[in-house]
C-alpha cells in the first residue's frame, strides 16, 4: 500500500544546499508549504559534530558519504567499452544526510569568470571557430556575469564568505583576483589566515611575475553574526575539514545557514531516511509529486505543485531518466534526447612535488582555503592564440589537513629511493611535514563522446537503473595539461625544494582515484529546447512544473570549484519561483 500525504505547493528530492536555499528565500515571504525528501540521516553541528577528529571514520570510511551498497554509479571510459559499477569510493564523494554534500566540502567560493558563461562564442570571436575541436559540445550558458553578479554578492553575504576583491566596479585592488569579474562591494570579512606553505608559494609567484591572492572561503575568518540572524563562530584551523562537519560552524553549510530560517516558518519539512524512486507525471505531462521509500521500506507518495530535483549532479540526471511515462517515454526532459548530455568533470592534479629538507610546513593545520591561489593561467587569462588547446586552470600550493593514514602511501614517491621497508618508514617519519606539491583544477569541456545514460546491467537496491557515465579526457585537455604542469615546475622551481618530481603528462582518467566532487553537466541550462533541458531558472522546458538546481546545470566546467556558482542560481531561480512562477504555475520563466 502507498501511503499518500497531504499535497504540498513544493517538494525537493534532497535535503541539501539548493533545496535549504529555496525553503529559506521562498517560505518566509510567502504563504507556500514545502517538504525535502533526504535519503540520509538528520544531523547537526553539535552533537553530531563536537568530537569528530575521527579520520579513520571521516576520512577513509566515508562517513558523510551516499552508501554504495545502495547506490552506486557506472563508468567506462568509451562506448564501445564495457561499464562497471563504483563498489568503493574513488573519483568522487557525493554526501547523503541533512544539509547535503555541503556539510563536507572544502568550501572554497568562486564567482565564474565573465568569458566563462560566453564560452563558445567568446574563444570563436577571439581565436576563430577552428579552434575549437569538432567533437567538443561547449556552449554559452543562457545568462552572463552582470545577470549573475547581484545572486553572487547576496550568496557571499548571507555566507558570510572570507577574501579579498580584486575587481571593485571595474577598478583592480591590488592583492584580491585582479582576474575576476566586477563585483559591487568585497567580501563580508577578511582572508583566512595562510599556511607556511602558501607563504612560500605566494613569494614565488610574485617574484615570478603572477598575481597570487587569497583563496575565497565559505569558511569564517572571525565571528560573524549572517543577515538571518545566525549568530557563527570564527575558523579554529583545526585541519579536520574536508569530509567533515564542522565542529563550530565556521564551515557554511545549511546546518548553520538556510535551515533555520525555513524551519521557523513552520510551513517546511524535511523527511530523512526517504529515498526518492521515482518523479510521477500526469496525462498532460506535467509532475504531479514524487514517490519514496522510507526507513521502514514503506512506500510514500508526496504529491506537489512543483517538484524541485535538488541532489547531487548525478542524481538530478538519474532522476529526470528515470521519470518515465506515457508522456515522458525517454524520461522528464529527455523528449529531445539531451537529458545525459555535456557530462563534464575536473582536472584535478598535482603536476609538480617537492620536498625542503629542513622545512616543516605544518600540513596539519588548514585546509585548501588557508592557501593562495594563481589564476594567471586559468580560463582566457593568457593568450591562447600560440597554444594548440583552450582552456586552463587554477594553481595552488599543498593545503592543510593532511593526516597519517591516508597520506602516508605516496607523499614520498618520486622523491625517495624506497617504498617500502624500514628506510621508507624512517623517511616518512623524517618528512611527513616537509613535503609539499603544486597543483592544479582544470576545466573540463562538453564533448559529443561524454555522456551519462542508464546503465541496461546493474541496478541499486530499488531495482532501478543505475547512471552510466562515459568519460575520458580528449586530447585538448593532454595538451592543457602538458602547458599547465610546465608552469608548476616553474613555481616549484622558485620555492627552492632540495628534491623534485614532475608529471609532463596527463594521467588516464581513473574511475577508482579519488580527484574532486565535481561532476557537472547532463541536464544543462540553455536558450531553447533544442540545446538544453532547462531553460536559465532550472526550469524543464518540455515538463515545466519540475525545476533543476546545481551543477548539472552547467554546459561545460571551467577551472574553479562549482558551489559558488550553484548557490547563486539557487539564489536565482528560488526568487524567480517566489516573485512570478506561482502567479502563473506552469507557465515557463523568462
Known amino acids: 500500500m502507498v501511503i499518500r500525504h497531504d499535497p504540498v505547493d513544493i517538494v525537493t528530492i534532497g535535503g541539501g544546499m539548493t533545496a535549504s536555499i529555496f525553503a529559506a528565500r521562498i517560505l ?22 563536537a568530537h569528530n577528529h575521527d579520520s579513520m571514520h571521516y576520512q577513509n570510511r566515508y562517513e558523510l558519504m551516499q552508501d554504495l551498497s545502495q547506490v552506486s554509479w557506472t563508468w567506462r571510459p568509451s562506448a564501445d567499452a564495457a561499464a562497471l559499477p563504483m563498489r568503493q569510493y574513488g573519483s568522487f564523494n557525493p554526501g547523503q544526510g541533512l544539509g547535503g554534500s ?16 560566453e564560452y563558445r562564442s567568446h574563444y570563436t570571436e ?43 566596479g571595474g577598478t583592480i585592488i591590488e592583492g584580491g583576483n585582479p582576474f575576476e569579474g566586477p563585483r559591487q562591494r568585497d567580501y563580508p570579512n577578511p582572508p583566512l589566515a595562510e599556511s607556511l606553505f602558501g607563504n612560500l608559494f605566494n613569494e614565488a609567484t610574485d617574484e615570478l611575475g603572477y598575481h597570487p591572492f587569497p583563496t575565497p572561503a565559505g569558511i569564517l575568518s572571525r565571528g560573524w553574526t549572517d543577515p538571518y540572524g545566525n549568530v557563527r563562530a570564527g575558523c579554529l584551523y583545526c585541519g579536520f575539514c574536508t569530509r567533515y562537519g564542522c565542529e563550530v560552524g565556521a564551515k557554511t553549510s545549511p546546518l548553520t545557514t538556510w535551515l533555520a530560517p525555513a524551519l521557523n516558518t513552520g510551513r517546511y519539512e524535511v523527511r530523512t531516511r526517504s529515498h526518492v524512486v521515482g518523479i510521477e507525471t500526469g496525462p498532460d505531462g506535467l509532475a504531479t509529486g514524487v514517490r519514496y521509500v522510507n526507513a521502514d521500506m514503506e512506500e510514500h507518495f508526496q504529491p506537489a505543485d512543483v517538484v524541485v530535483s535538488a541532489s547531487f549532479t548525478l542524481e ?13 517515454p525517454d524520461g522528464i526532459g529527455n523528449d529531445r534526447g539531451l537529458v545525459g548530455r555535456n557530462y563534464t568533470y575536473q582536472m584535478a592534479q598535482a603536476p609538480a612535488k617537492g620536498l625542503w629538507n629542513s622545512r616543516r610546513f605544518n600540513f596539519y593545520m588548514g585546509n585548501g582555503c588557508t592557501v593562495p ?25 599543498s593545503a592543510g589537513q593532511r593526516e597519517p593514514i591516508g597520506s602516508s602511501q605516496d607523499l614520498l614517491s618520486g622523491l625517495v629511493d624506497r617504498q617500502w621497508g624500514a628506510a621508507w618508514k624512517s623517511d616518512l617519519a623524517n618528512y611527513w611535514d616537509s613535503v609539499g606539491s603544486i597543483g592544479i583544477e582544470g576545466e573540463s569541456p562538453a564533448y559529443e563522446g561524454n555522456f551519462c545514460d542508464l546503465d541496461p546491467n546493474f541496478t541499486d537496491a530499488w531495482g532501478l537503473p543505475l547512471l552510466r557515465i562515459t568519460f575520458d579526457w580528449r586530447d585538448n585537455e593532454r595538451r ?5 604542469a610546465a608552469r608548476c615546475e616553474e613555481v616549484l622551481d622558485a620555492m627552492g625544494p632540495d628534491r623534485k618530481t614532475t608529471t609532463t603528462e596527463l594521467p588516464d582518467y581513473r574511475y577508482d582515484q579519488y580527484q574532486s566532487t565535481h561532476p557537472t553537466g547532463g541536464a544543462i541550462m540553455g536558450t531553447d529546447p533544442g540545446n538544453s533541458v532547462t531553460n536559465s531558472y532550472g526550469q524543464v522546458w518540455d515538463t515545466p512544473n519540475v525545476f533543476v538546481t546545481g551543477a548539472a546545470l552547467y554546459p561545460q566546467n571551467p577551472g574553479m570549484n562549482p558551489t559558488g556558482t550553484v548557490g547563486a542560481l539557487a539564489y536565482r531561480a528560488s526568487s524567480a519561483i517566489r516573485d512570478r512562477y506561482f502567479r502563473n504555475p506552469g507557465d515557463l520563466l523568462t
Do not use: C
Open 102 to 117: 555541503m556539510v563536507h566540502w572544502t568550501a572554497l567560493t568562486w564567482r565564474f569568470h565573465p568569458n566563462d558563461f
Open 480 to 484: 592543457m595539461f602538458r602547458f599547465i
Open 316 to 328: 538530478n540526471i538519474r532522476n529526470l531518466l528515470l521519470a518515465r511515462s506515457d508522456a515522458h
Open 373 to 397: 591561489q594563481i589564476f594567471d593561467f586559468n580560463g582566457d587569462n593568457f593568450d591562447h592564440s600560440d597554444v594548440d588547446f583552450v582552456g586552463g586552470a587554477r594553481i595552488y600550493p
Open 28 to 49: 518566509p515571504e510567502t504563504s507556500l508549504r514545502m517538504v525535502s525528501l533526504e535519503q540520509g540521516q538528520e544531523r547537526w553541528t553539535y552533537p553530531d559534530f
Open 126 to 168: 577571439r581565436y576563430g571557430a577552428g579552434k575549437l575541436p569538432d567533437d567538443m559540445t561547449v556552449q554559452d550558458w543562457p545568462i552572463t556575469y552582470a545577470d549573475l553578479e547581484p545572486d553572487y554578492d547576496a550568496l557571499e553575504y548571507d555566507m558570510g564568505i572570507s577574501g579579498r576583491a580584486g575587481n571593485l
